[in-house]
């Protein structure tokens, strides 16, 4: 008897701790509608996988590798390398425009210009500046191996982004660039300072447009932007991050603000961390600080228990991170409503 008494208490907490926030579904809308682009449309030179035609016009590889193939003429079935070493000439010599790197202002450029949604990640400087960029250290984009909070933002402007002319964005800037044109996901970094760098994120977001987590219009913005002849309506932002105590600050400083909690199997990930913090992060199990709007987490475990508990029995919204393939898409769409992709361009939803 009382060991049956115990088991029904014990998973009473247990679903309490992992219930998500189910009352603004309708909100989220907005970034199911569109895919996400992840980091922007980038390409960080590892492979021409989305690239410009001669026109201009953005598309993917293999859509222009057909059209220069068709333009070689090399197409016998007999002669397979003259072929693919024709298709290769020509798509180098008259289309291959590689686009920009991960988090830089072209690959935000890009994602407006084809209509995607935008996620990106914010830190903060060693002389408080709030940048877009993903990675602790600076070596894999920069090949500088610095703390990026380590630096001061005037030492940022002398590296370059994968051995590109372009630098590491302001957030700032990248919001004037945006300027409401399509949903935004921001990601806020724990690395350094992370209470700075949720305060200066909320209050950059605070002056940048929508938030539709409530009715109100967000603060000193309007609704509908006018460009040139025409008009357009603001898109919407929400907020998500891998820790949970920043999501919570959103629920108690901007409550207004949709707020999400990123996550994944964090027993098979690479960051090293102690037992019970794998337990704890893995199952969601500190959602009852934030109650986040929606679920971020890696696709390859949507079957994760607590996580499958989210989306099944409390209706939470989820998103799935980082969908690389035509083939990945189909496998998950019909489970994730919010999809976070980078290295080929899905059709439109």
Request: glycine share 6%; net charge neutral; aromatic share 12%.
């Amino acid at each position: 008897m009382w060991i049956a008494i115990i088991v029904v208490v014990v998973l009473i907490i247990y679903l309490y701790s992992i219930a998500p926030n189910m009352g603004r579904r309708e909100k989220m809308k907005p970034f199911s509608e569109t895919f996400i682009a992840h980091r922007g449309l980038f390409n960080n030179g590892d492979g021409e996988w989305l690239v410009k035609d001669s026109d201009g016009n953005l598309v993917r590889r293999e859509d222009v590798t057909n059209t220069a193939s068709h333009k070689s003429g090399s197409t016998t079935a007999s002669d397979k390398t003259g072929r693919i070493t024709a298709v290769n000439q020509q798509f180098k010599a008259d289309m291959a425009i590689p686009l920009a790197p991960e988090n830089s202002m072209p690959a935000f450029e890009a994602a407006v210009e084809a209509g995607y949604g935008i996620e990106l990640d914010t830190q903060t400087t060693a002389d408080g500046r709030l940048v877009v960029f993903h990675d602790e250290n600076l070596y894999r984009m920069c090949g500088i191996d610095k703390n990026l909070y380590e630096c001061t933002y005037d030492e940022l402007k002398e590296y370059k982004l994968a051995k590109t002319e372009y630098g590491i964005p302001l957030f700032e800037d990248v919001l004037k660039v945006v300027d409401g044109r399509v949903p935004l996901v921001v990601e806020i970094k724990s690395e350094g300072n992370w209470k700075r760098t949720t305060r200066m994120t909320a209050e950059a977001l605070d002056a940048y447009g929508v938030s539709v987590g409530s009715d109100n219009r967000a603060r000193g913005s309007k609704e509908v932007k006018k460009v040139g002849k025409g008009e357009y309506k603001r898109q919407p932002y929400c907020m998500e991050s891998f820790h949970p105590l920043i999501v919570k600050w959103f629920r108690d400083n901007r409550p207004d603000v949709l707020r999400g909690q990123l996550s994944t199997n964090f027993f098979q990930s690479t960051l090293k961390r102690v037992w019970y913090e794998n337990i704890v992060l893995t199952n969601l199990m500190l959602n009852f600080l934030s109650r986040p709007d929606f679920v971020a987490y890696n696709y390859r475990y949507k079957n994760q228990p607590s996580f499958w508990l989210c989306r099944n029995l409390f209706g939470v919204v989820s998103a799935a991170w980082t969908v690389r393939s035509e083939a990945a898409l189909e496998k998950v769409a019909k489970v994730f409503e919010v999809i976070i992709f980078d290295s080929f361009l899905p059709e439109e939803r």
